[in-house]
C-alpha cells in the first residue's frame, strides 16, 4: 500500500512536470508568433512603401497589411489565456481570465488590468506560469 502511494505521488509529480514543460512551450511559442508576424509587417510596410507609389492603392495594401498582422495577435492572445494565471496583487488570487475578458482587459506586457474575483478590486496582474 505504502509502495502504490510512492508511485502515485511519483507519477502526480511527473505529471505537473511535464504540464509545466508544455505551458513554457507554448508560452514561448506565442513570444515566436509575435515576433515572426511584428516582423513580417514591418518588412511589408517597408515593401509597400518602396514598391506601390503614393496614393490610395499603398494605403490599401498598408490596411491590409495590418488586418492580416491582427490574425496571430487574435490567436497569441488565445495561446496566453491556456497558459497559467495572473495573480493579483492585492490579494493574491490567481485569476484566469477568459478570452473576451483577457482581450478587453489593458495590457502592458505580461501584466494586465483585471479584477479580481476575490477582493473584487481592478489592479495589474501580473502572469504567473504555474497555477
Same mark, same amino acid.
Given at each position: 500500500?505504502?509502495?502504490?502511494? @510512492?508511485?502515485? %505521488? @511519483?507519477?502526480?509529480?511527473?505529471?505537473?512536470?511535464? +504540464? %509545466?514543460?508544455?505551458?513554457? *512551450?507554448?508560452?514561448?511559442?506565442?513570444?515566436?508568433?509575435? $515576433?515572426?508576424?511584428? $516582423? $513580417?509587417?514591418?518588412?511589408? #510596410?517597408? /515593401? *509597400?512603401?518602396? =514598391? /506601390? !507609389?503614393?496614393? &490610395?492603392?499603398?494605403?490599401?495594401?498598408? /490596411?491590409?497589411?495590418?488586418?492580416?498582422? #491582427?490574425? &496571430?495577435?487574435?490567436?497569441?492572445?488565445?495561446?496566453?489565456?491556456?497558459?497559467?494565471?495572473?495573480?493579483?496583487?492585492?490579494?493574491?488570487? %490567481?485569476?484566469? &481570465?477568459?478570452?473576451? @475578458?483577457? +482581450?478587453?482587459?489593458?495590457?502592458?506586457? *505580461? *501584466?494586465?488590468?483585471?479584477?479580481? !474575483?476575490?477582493?473584487?478590486?481592478?489592479?495589474?496582474?501580473?502572469?504567473? =506560469?504555474?497555477?
Amino acid at each position: 500500500m505504502e509502495d502504490n502511494n @510512492q508511485k502515485n %505521488e @511519483q507519477l502526480l509529480l511527473e505529471m505537473a512536470k511535464e +504540464l %509545466e514543460n508544455k505551458n513554457k *512551450t507554448i508560452w514561448h511559442c506565442m513570444w515566436v508568433i509575435m $515576433a515572426v508576424s511584428i $516582423a $513580417a509587417m514591418m518588412a511589408g #510596410l517597408f /515593401i *509597400t512603401a518602396l =514598391l /506601390i !507609389p503614393d496614393g &490610395p492603392w499603398q494605403l490599401v495594401a498598408n /490596411i491590409g497589411l495590418c488586418v492580416v498582422f #491582427l490574425i &496571430p495577435c487574435f490567436y497569441a492572445l488565445k495561446l496566453e489565456v491556456s497558459v497559467g494565471a495572473y495573480k493579483c496583487k492585492n490579494c493574491g488570487c %490567481e485569476i484566469v &481570465p477568459t478570452y473576451t @475578458q483577457a +482581450l478587453n482587459a489593458m495590457h502592458m506586457g *505580461t *501584466t494586465r488590468y483585471l479584477k479580481c !474575483p476575490k477582493c473584487n478590486k481592478r489592479t495589474w496582474c501580473k502572469k504567473v =506560469l504555474n497555477k
